[in-house]
Nanobody, 120 residues
Framework: QVQLVESGGGLVQPGGSLRLSCAAS????????MGWHRQAPGKQRELVAT??????DYADSVKGRFTISRDNAKNTVYLQMNSLKPEDTAVYYC???????????????WGQGTQVTVSS
């Protein structure tokens, strides 16, 4: 079993900052990709940022404001969010593509989601 536990969401004023964390635990052989998606009310879930062997990718809407980082030793991914805007309001979901220790196959996992609200 693999579990992703998220933290760091909350209410922040426009222009403020938040840092999201997501730690993966369980029978993990390796984590291939970790990242963040978000879903606003009435909107489709969208990719925010990912990090893997090929580097990092960001949605155009967050480039220059968000930074994704990863601590491989702790199986943890972070999302530093600066200069937050009201349109960033959404539920943010941690994502991980994981190779299990046994059996050895790749599978995608999702966290439970954490609410980020940007409002004055």
């Amino acid at each position: 079993q693999v579990q992703l536990v998220e933290s760091g969401g909350g209410l922040v004023q426009p222009g403020g900052s938040l840092r999201l964390s997501c730690a993966a635990s369980g029978n993990i052989f390796s984590i291939n990709v970790m990242g963040w998606h978000r879903q606003a009310p009435g909107k489709q879930r969208e990719l925010v940022a990912t990090t893997g062997s090929g580097g990092t990718d960001y949605a155009d809407s967050v480039k220059g404001r968000f930074t994704i980082s990863r601590d491989n030793a702790k199986n943890t991914v972070y999302l530093q969010m600066n200069s937050l805007k009201p349109e960033d309001t959404a539920v943010y979901y941690c994502y991980a593509d994981i190779t299990l220790g046994g059996p050895y196959y790749m599978r995608d996992y999702w966290g439970q989601g954490t609410q980020v609200t940007v409002s004055s």
